[in-house]
């Protein structure tokens, strides 16, 4: 799967590009966001380069991997296509999107409500901070 990522060219929102971008501590002439200090790329050391930042981050149990779950989900609750959030994550079924798009109780009320009244109620986006935890629980 890493080897398959890697050879992907994922889509980034502009505010998203423009924050990793920011992140790198020297200007290099590359066009690589996540490269080694010298613009080359990471495909080779990988691992180690991801295990340094994680280190650094505190984040002793979290995996590359654990990112399509909260990616997934946030897509999913902000009303995008199923087609759409299985095409941005890189799935080849609408069955392994499934596996990663979790949806929390508030948002599957707020779906929910729409049959309520007159049927044009716009959906409660929940809070975000709440549905992040059970998004990637």
Same mark, same amino acid.
């Given at each position: 799967?890493? /080897?398959?990522?890697?050879?992907?060219?994922? $889509?980034? &929102?502009? +505010?998203?590009?423009?924050? /990793?971008?920011?992140?790198? @501590?020297?200007?290099?002439?590359?066009?690589? $966001?996540?490269?080694?200090?010298?613009?080359?790329?990471?495909?080779?050391?990988?691992?180690?380069? =991801?295990?340094?930042?994680? @280190?650094?981050?505190?984040?002793?149990?979290?995996?590359?991997?654990?990112?399509?779950?909260?990616?997934? &989900?946030?897509?999913?609750?902000?009303? $995008?296509?199923?087609?759409?959030?299985?095409?941005?994550?890189? =799935?080849?079924?609408?069955?392994?999107?499934?596996?990663?798009?979790?949806?929390?109780?508030?948002?599957?009320?707020?779906? /929910? &409500?729409?049959?309520?009244?007159?049927?044009?109620?716009?959906? $409660?986006?929940?809070? +975000?901070?709440? &549905? +992040?935890?059970?998004?990637?629980?």
């Amino acid at each position: 799967m890493l /080897v398959r990522l890697l050879h992907r060219r994922p $889509v980034l &929102s502009p +505010e998203t590009l423009g924050i /990793v971008r920011g992140l790198k @501590r020297r200007r290099l002439a590359s066009p690589l $966001v996540f490269c080694t200090p010298f613009g080359k790329t990471i495909r080779t050391n990988f691992t180690r380069c =991801w295990n340094k930042a994680r @280190r650094r981050a505190g984040l002793a149990t979290f995996r590359f991997h654990d990112l399509r779950y909260p990616f997934a &989900s946030r897509l999913a609750r902000k009303g $995008v296509d199923c087609y759409q959030v299985q095409q941005a994550g890189g =799935w080849r079924t609408p069955s392994m999107m499934q596996r990663y798009t979790h949806l929390d109780p508030d948002t599957i009320r707020a779906a /929910v &409500s729409l049959l309520d009244g007159n049927g044009h109620q716009q959906p $409660v986006e929940p809070a +975000e901070g709440r &549905s +992040e935890a059970l998004a990637t629980a």
